[in-house]
Every structure is written in C-alpha cells, then in structure tokens.
C-alpha cells in the first residue's frame, strides 16, 4: 500500500521503518472493496480498523484517513490518552 502510494503521488504520507514497528504510516480504514493482505506482520499496536501501509496490499480500492500527530514541529508516534 505504501509504495503504491507513493508511486501515485500521494508523498505527505510519513514513513521510517518499513518494517512494521514504528507505526508513522498508520492509517484508518474507512472503506475498502476487496481484500487487504496484510505482507508483514505489524509489530505497533493497531486497532481494529487501522493498518500499516507498509505492511499490507489492496486487492481492490481503499478509503484511508491519515493524519499523523505532530508536536510542535516533530511527528508524534503516540496518540495522547490521557483524561483532563
């Protein structure tokens, strides 16, 4: 998914590992036709409906949101839960 991505111009999608740890390339998905086959096994925690764009390949069209947390001027890999 992730190099399909790119080669479709869809640059401001982040990436570092590759590998499936580092989960900057975690998106959401909102719809999909087909099948997602997931090429490594992710080692970042997921939910249910979240994948690693360079861990899996659509067998069809994908629905994806992305938007990575950023701190400041630095990307953030972990969401915020703490309660106010």
Known sequence: LLQGMRRTGH???RFEC???YC????MRVTAKTGKLVMTK???????????????CQATGTMCVTYAPRMEGEQLSLFEDKSVS
């Open 23 to 26: 989960g900057s390339c975690k």
């Open 41 to 55: 096994k992710p080692i970042a925690m997921l939910e249910e409906d979240e994948v690693l764009a360079c861990c």
């Open 11 to 13: 640059q401001a999608v």
């Open 18 to 20: 590759q590998q499936g």
